[in-house]
């Protein structure tokens, strides 16, 4: 049984921080890639950043640069570290991994970027 849990959104004023964590059970996600996706209302989700278990990480071009995903030393968790927001970041989270060809999804946490 395949459960992401994220947590860390907020409130935030534009060049702030936020850090957001996702913590999965049920699996052995060391060995899964693990990713963060985004959805602003009105909006198709799109992907935001991915992390391998190999340590490789890739970013969205929109938030590259000031986002960075890394994982915990357990491989369950990962995290997004948020820095130099914008308005434009404003989005319900989600935390994704795909296992043996089949998605999960978390709860979302939301993150608003507003003065």
């Known amino acids: 049984q395949v459960q992401l849990v994220e947590s860390g959104g907020g409130s935030v004023q534009p060049g702030g921080s936020l850090r957001l964590s996702c913590v999965a059970s049920g699996s052995r996600f060391r060995v899964y890639p693990m990713a963060w996706y985004r959805q602003a209302p009105g909006k198709q989700r799109e992907w935001v950043a991915t992390a391998t278990s190999g340590g490789t990480t890739n970013y969205a071009d929109s938030v590259k640069g000031r986002f960075t995903i890394s994982r915990g030393n357990a491989q369950n968790t990962v995290y997004l570290q948020m820095n130099s927001l914008k308005p434009e970041d404003t989005a319900l989270y989600y935390c994704?991994?795909?296992?043996?060809?089949?998605?999960?999804w978390g709860q979302g946490t939301q993150v608003t970027v507003s003065s």
């Open positions: 994704n991994t795909v296992q043996e060809g089949v998605a999960y």
